[in-house]
């Protein structure tokens, strides 16, 4: 299978910036979107930003709008997600994921491939 590894989280004060990164092994995700969920203790995972293969169209939860960036560069095969003006309710583990063909998707059962996470606490 493909592997997945975020990088990049750690403990920031609220308004500081992180920026994740998600780097794929085993084959390149070119000509796949790939998307950014997270999850909070005792709670759902949710949807957090998608990017389609190009990186031409870019979706983002409400609640991240307008303070997280979602990118990609395909020749490193990485997608990030440059995270700021931090909240504490930002606090969670986040894992990219690969969707199932090109296109940026807002849900779960679009994507095929997920990383192990990386946790971000937000004090504050």
């Known amino acids: 299978q493909v592997q997945l590894v975020e990088t990049g989280g750690g403990l920031v004060q609220a308004g500081g910036s992180l920026r994740l990164s998600c780097a794929a092994s085993?084959?390149?995700?070119?000509?796949?979107?790939m998307g950014w969920f997270r999850q909070a203790p005792g709670k759902e995972r949710e949807f957090v930003a998608s990017i389609t293969w190009s990186g031409a169209d870019t979706y983002y939860a409400n609640s991240v709008k307008g303070r997280f960036t979602i990118s990609r560069d395909n020749a490193k095969n990485t997608v990030y997600l440059q995270m700021s003006s931090l909240k504490p309710e930002d606090t969670a583990v986040y894992y990219c994921?690969?969707?199932?063909?090109?296109?940026?998707?807002?849900?779960?059962?679009?994507?095929?491939?997920w990383g192990q996470g990386t946790q971000v606490t937000v004090s504050s």
């Open positions: 085993g084959r390149t995700f070119d000509g796949y979107g």
């Open positions: 994921a690969v969707s199932r063909d090109g296109g940026a998707y807002l849900t779960s059962r679009h994507f095929v491939y």
